[in-house]
């Protein structure tokens, strides 16, 4: 991404040349939308690697749609995909397979963090 499209899309108040280690002070709103796919589909369609989809158990996911107000790097939204559960080193968790945000400056130090 070139420093020029950075600048301009950062939000007021935020230095796009300094980084923002985790963690984060947020503030917003969110709303959950409960799925329930079938393994089969989320496997196939689910954004999930050759690993996870080994490690993919199935049960209740979600879609997130989160906006937050305040944060670190200035407000932004996210769209989040959950397909389920997944079993790794003998634990279940939730994980994120998709996510979207607003700001480059959130994509960017989001995937530093």
């Known amino acids: 991404m070139s420093p020029d499209l950075l600048e301009r899309t950062t939000p007021a ?3 796009p040349d300094r980084s923002y280690p985790a ?4 503030t917003g ?7 329930l796919a079938k393994k089969d589909y ?8 050759e690993s996870e989809k080994q490690q993919y158990r199935g049960g209740l996911g979600s879609v997130m749609l989160v906006n937050y107000h ?4 200035g407000p932004y939204q996210e ?7 997944f079993r790794y080193q003998g634990r279940s ?4 397979s998709k996510i979207y945000v607003s700001t480059h400056i959130s994509v960017r130090e ?3 963090n």
Not at 79 to 85: D, E, S, T
Not at 93 to 96: A, G, I, L, P, S
């Open 93 to 96: 968790y939730k994980r994120v």
């Open 23 to 26: 963690p984060w002070t947020l």
């Open 70 to 73: 305040s944060s670190d790097v």
């Open 13 to 15: 108040g935020v230095d």
């Open 110 to 112: 989001g995937i530093a």
């Open 79 to 85: 769209l989040l995909y959950i397909p389920g559960n």
């Open 29 to 35: 709103e969110g709303i959950i939308f409960p799925v």
């Open 42 to 49: 989320n496997r196939e369609h689910a954004f999930l690697d």
